[in-house]
């Protein structure tokens, strides 16, 4: 089965410091994004990749940077974190785009 | 913006109950729609995926799609205690680049 993994799993931080979160597949999948999720909201999209070295901006971009280094590897960075980024993240790979996304355990981030 | 409402917000059956699950979509040109299930602590997993008007089944699950009314419906027959999750619907656009939206979920529960 398709295995995608995140780390740290659980982070706390300050405000106004800087946070990265990081994902790794092994599914050799072209795609992959990065959620955020609050209670009643569902997932909502931040950034996505579909190549090596270059990121797209999802629904809900400001206050957060994405890149992606290597098709294994894709990371979420808060440049300052605030306390409005407190949630749960999730990141995820899919073959194609539209296709079934194959997502990650969550990194649960505290920010104070 | 296309908008994913899903009902009943949560829902508690006894076990072997038939469990319905609810999904509007706002936009006619959306293209394919998936299910996810997510247990507590865990990311979502793809259970099924529909993109033809109609019924699709898959083991204890079926999926009806009517494209006229902006409506999928999710069927768990003969439901078990591990059915309990959050089931969330996703649905895809193309509105020149391809988006998935996903609803803010139905929290399942499966009574013994």
């Known amino acids: 089965e398709a295995a995608v993994t995140q780390s740290p799993r659980s982070k706390v931080a300050v405000t106004g410091g800087k946070v990265t979160l990081s994902c790794h597949q092994t599914?050799?999948?072209?795609?992959m994004y990065w959620y955020r999720q609050d209670t009643g909201h569902g997932l909502r999209l931040i950034h996505y990749?579909?190549?090596?070295?270059?990121?797209e901006k999802g629904d809900i971009p400001d206050g957060y940077k994405a890149s992606r280094p290597s098709q294994e590897n894709f990371s979420l960075i808060l440049e300052l974190a605030s306390l409005s980024q407190t949630a749960v993240y999730f990141c995820?790979?899919?073959?194609?785009?539209?296709?079934?996304?194959?997502f990650g355990p969550g990194t649960r981030l505290l920010v104070l | 913006q296309e908008k994913v409402q899903q009902s009943p917000e949560s829902l508690i059956v006894p076990e072997g109950a038939m469990v319905s699950l609810n999904c509007s979509f706002s936009d006619s040109a959306s293209q394919s729609i998936w299910w996810y299930q997510q247990h507590p602590g865990k990311g979502p997993k793809a259970l099924i995926?529909?993109?033809?008007?109609g019924n699709k089944k898959e083991g204890r699950l079926t999926v009806y799609l009517n494209r006229a009314s902006l409506h999928v419906s999710l069927h768990i027959k003969d439901s078990q205690p591990s059915d309990s999750a959050v089931y969330l619907c996703a649905v895809s656009i193309n509105y020149g680049n391809e988006k998935i939206t996903f609803g803010a979920g139905t929290k399942l529960t499966i009574k013994p």
């Open positions: 990749s579909y190549v090596a070295d270059s990121t």
């Open positions: 599914n050799n999948h072209d795609y």
């Open positions: 995926s529909i993109f033809s008007n």
């Open positions: 995820a790979s899919s073959d194609l785009n539209q296709d079934t996304q194959y």
